[in-house]
């Protein structure tokens, strides 16, 4: 065998052994970040899920508890055939929930999806707003959230509003 074959023979098993202790590593630390990972988008549903469970029950602490301060409102549609963006005011939004209402306010989310980087969420998921047990209207809320030193907090809300949905 000629000195550079055995040169690239003897690193072989040095560079066998460093790859396998990077794969191994890397095995170490993806497990410990996709259960951060799953820990953050579960806190993420738990904000959103107490924005819906205080319209339900008309408490708009716990309503304007899941709200960042700067956090905005808007409706995107169509009307007359053109595009439409209407901004509603969170304050009233929230006084709204905390005034008596002659029907229970409850949107039920469904194919709820949640991606998170680091202090930033999105969550996409589909609604259908019933005043008590009477259909309202439905659509798609997006949202994007940010991570607080009080925890994950609504950003802003887009949310589409139409009369019918598909079954």
């Known amino acids: ?5 055995r040169s690239r023979a003897g690193a072989l098993p040095g560079v066998r052994r460093g790859v396998l202790v ?22 993420v549903r738990a904000v959103i899920q107490r924005l819906f469970d205080g319209m339900r029950l008309g408490d708009s602490t716990m309503v304007r508890s899941t709200f960042h301060p700067t956090a905005r409102l808007l409706t995107s549609g ?14 009233d939004f929230v006084r709204a929930v905390g005034a008596p209402h002659d029907a229970m306010w409850d949107e039920r ?15 996409w998921m589909d609604y259908r707003f019933h005043l008590g047990e009477q259909f309202s ?11 607080t030193p009080d925890g994950w907090k609504i950003l802003h809300v887009v949310d589409t509003r139409r009369p019918a949905c598909p079954a």
């Open 137 to 147: 209207h439905c659509g798609v809320n997006a949202m994007q959230l940010v991570r």
């Open 22 to 43: 990077a794969l191994a590593l890397l095995g170490l630390t993806l497990p410990g970040q996709a259960q951060a990972q799953d820990a953050a988008e579960d806190e």
């Open 78 to 91: 169509i009307q007359s055939g053109q595009p439409r963006l209407q901004e509603g005011s969170v304050d």
């Open 109 to 123: 989310i469904e194919n709820l999806e949640v991606r998170v980087d680091d202090p930033l969420a999105t969550a």
């Open 1 to 5: 065998m000629s000195t550079r074959s």
